[in-house]
């Protein structure tokens, strides 16, 4: 389903959340009041309006209630942001994503209209101590709650030539085999059966504990 977004700010945060919304097809404009930066964007983002965010009646001139997500991706003034996000919900804002850089700042835009906010640094920083923590073999990482995740890891030691039933993965490990990633491929929900090979990773589902302990 094709999203329409606003993305307000061109810094890195808003430049590669826009290209990303681009590549999946949706509908992005895109509010930039650095005009350098815009015209950078210019053959990205067909929709590209040069203007001043927290001027009440600019924002209003865009119809911030027609999109389905509003992204404040302001980074160089928290002011400024907190500015955007307040006015972006009281225009009506259907969903509204702000970056912050500090816990106080996560807190303020929460509490001021923000539905979600995007600690950008501390969240790649998380990620990276967990890959290169847990061992060797963990690829990328995605949290769901404190204690569970999705890992790519590297195929366990002993598990080539063998079936997922065999390896007794759940019952034995606690994860689950979400799916297996052969070069550029994915293949996901395996069947019980499905004998691992050589070169191969998996996405698997389990506890932090329960991972790491697999992937020594």
Same mark, same amino acid.
Request: proline share 3%; aromatic share 8%.
């Given at each position: 389903?094709?999203?329409?977004?606003?993305?307000?700010?061109?810094?890195?945060?808003?430049?590669?959340?826009?290209?990303?919304?681009?590549?999946?097809?949706?509908?992005?404009?895109?509010?930039?009041?650095?005009?350098?930066?815009?015209?950078?964007?210019?053959?990205?983002?067909?929709?590209?309006?040069?203007?001043?965010?927290?001027?009440?009646?600019?924002?209003?001139?865009?119809?911030?209630?027609?999109?389905?997500?509003?992204?404040?991706?302001?980074?160089?003034?928290?002011? /400024?942001?907190?500015?955007?996000?307040? *006015? &972006?919900?009281?225009? #009506? +804002?259907?969903? =509204? $994503?702000?970056?912050? /850089?500090?816990?106080?700042?996560?807190? *303020? &835009?929460?509490?001021? #209209? +923000?539905?979600? =906010? $995007?600690?950008?640094?501390?969240?790649?920083?998380?990620?990276?101590?967990?890959?290169?923590?847990?061992?060797?073999? =963990?690829?990328?990482?995605?949290?769901?709650?404190?204690?569970?995740?999705?890992?790519?890891?590297?195929?366990?030691?002993?598990?080539?030539?063998?079936?997922?039933?065999?390896?007794?993965?759940?019952?034995?490990?606690?994860?689950?085999?979400?799916?297996?990633?052969?070069?550029?491929?994915?293949?996901?929900?395996?069947?019980?059966?499905?004998?691992?090979?050589?070169?191969?990773?998996?996405?698997?589902?389990?506890?932090?504990?329960?991972?790491?302990?697999?992937?020594?």
């Amino acid at each position: 389903m094709i999203k329409s977004v606003l993305i307000i700010g061109l810094g890195r945060f808003g430049r590669h959340m826009a290209m990303k919304f681009v590549e999946q097809g949706n509908d992005v404009m895109a509010v930039e009041l650095n005009e350098e930066r815009a015209d950078e964007m210019a053959p990205v983002i067909r929709n590209l309006q040069i203007g001043d965010a927290t001027n009440e009646d600019f924002l209003r001139s865009l119809g911030v209630g027609n999109f389905d997500i509003c992204v404040v991706g302001v980074g160089d003034s928290f002011q /400024t942001a907190l500015e955007i996000t307040v *006015l &972006l919900k009281d225009l #009506g +804002a259907q969903y =509204v $994503v702000a970056r912050a /850089t500090r816990d106080i700042y996560k807190k *303020l &835009l929460l509490r001021n #209209g +923000a539905d979600h =906010v $995007v600690y950008a640094e501390r969240e790649v920083a998380e990620r990276l101590a967990v890959r290169y923590g847990t061992g060797s073999s =963990v690829f990328d990482y995605v949290e769901l709650t404190p204690e569970y995740g999705i890992y790519e890891i590297g195929l366990p030691e002993g598990w080539e030539g063998h079936s997922i039933l065999e390896k007794e993965v759940r019952t034995r490990h606690h994860v689950i085999v979400l799916a297996i990633k052969r070069g550029q491929r994915l293949f996901p929900m395996p069947h019980p059966d499905y004998v691992f090979a050589e070169g191969e990773t998996l996405m698997v589902m389990g506890s932090h504990k329960d991972i790491k302990e697999l992937a020594k």
